[in-house]
Each structure stands twice: as C-alpha cells, then as structure tokens.
C-alpha cells in the first residue's frame, strides 16, 4: 500500500469514527438522556458523557484533517477549492473548521461552562438547543459524505 492510499484510508477510518459517534450521541445518547433524567440533571449529566466522546473526537479531528491535507497536497488538488463543482471539497474543510473551532477552542475555553450555567436558569432549553446543534451537525457531516463519496467516483 503506497502513503497516497494510507492516508485515503486513514481518512476514511478517522471520519466513521468521528462522525458515527456524533450519530451514537444524535440519536440514541440525548433521547435516552432525556428519557431517563430529570430536565434539571440532564446538562450536566449529558456533559459528563460527552466528555469521554470529546477526546475521540478531538483525536479523530485531527487524523481526519491530517490525511485529507497530505491527499491535497500529495495530488495536488488545491485548484479545486476554486470551482463549484467541487462543493464537496469545500464542505468537507467546513465541516472540520466548524468541529474544530467547537472540540478545540469554543468547548474548553466556555461553551461547556456556559452549558452548566445556563442550565440551571433554564434546564429544558440549553437541553433543546444541545439537541438541536447535534443535529445540525449530524446533517451537515451526513451531507458531507454523500457528497465526498459521490464526487470522488466521478458523479
Ligand atoms: C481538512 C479537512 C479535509 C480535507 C482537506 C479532506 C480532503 C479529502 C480528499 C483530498 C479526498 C480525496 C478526494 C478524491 O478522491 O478525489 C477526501 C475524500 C473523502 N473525504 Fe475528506 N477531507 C477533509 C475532511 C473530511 C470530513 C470532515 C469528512 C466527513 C464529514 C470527509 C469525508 C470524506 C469522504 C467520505 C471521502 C471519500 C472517500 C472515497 O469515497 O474514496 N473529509 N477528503
């Protein structure tokens, strides 16, 4: 196997990992979480899980954003990001931007501290809104992938 199929596949591990467990959290952790506990218990309790899920996704982040420059560079495909047809190339390097931005430096820094508060003033929002955000980017990752896929084998 030469680098150039390596990095094809490290890519392809990092983003079933990553973006499967944002589809584990989607739709099976928060409605369990909302079945099982109280609206008040529910941020922190949910956080705490996440917790675990954040360094996953941190690592994956990594190996996912890692791979697909080295593919850029190693094929020289930069001249895509200049044309529309490519969408997909774009979409995928918005998608690592918005995680990153969120996993590295919105979460540790105080989204997670704003979570905790704001929940205790009003617990089945900030729970409404964590659902919410999970979804949009569960979607958004989702229409990612259709996309990659699709384009990269001529469609
Ligand atoms: C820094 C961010 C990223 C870069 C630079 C990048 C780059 C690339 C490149 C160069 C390819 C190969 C395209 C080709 O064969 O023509 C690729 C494939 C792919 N990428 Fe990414 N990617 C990034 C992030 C992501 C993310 C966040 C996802 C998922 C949400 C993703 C999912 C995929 C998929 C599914 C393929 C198709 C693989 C195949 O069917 O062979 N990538 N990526």
């Known amino acids: 196997m030469d680098d ?14 990553w973006i499967g467990g944002v589809g584990f959290v989607t739709t099976v952790l928060l409605p369990a979480v909302r079945r099982m506990k109280d609206p008040q218990e529910r941020v922190s309790f949910f956080e705490r899980i996440e917790g675990r ?23 020289g495909l930069w001249s895509r990001f200049q044309s529309v047809a490519y969408w997909w190339m774009h979409a995928m390097v918005l998608v690592w931007t918005v995680f990153t931005v969120m996993l590295f430096i919105a ?17 089945e929002r900030i ?25 990269s084998h001529g469609m």
């Open 53 to 75: 899920f954040a360094w996953q996704a941190r690592a994956t982040t990594l190996l996912v954003g890692a791979s697909g420059f080295y593919l850029v560079a190693a094929w």
């Open 107 to 123: 979460e540790p820094l105080f989204l997670h501290r704003w979570f905790v508060v704001k929940a205790q003033e009003n617990p």
């Open 4 to 17: 150039v199929t390596t990095a094809r596949a490290l890519h392809i591990v990092g983003v079933v990992l």
């Open 127 to 151: 729970f409404r809104l964590i659902e919410r955000l999970h979804w949009f980017l569960l979607v958004i990752s989702m229409l990612t992938i259709l996309g990659a896929v699709a384009g």
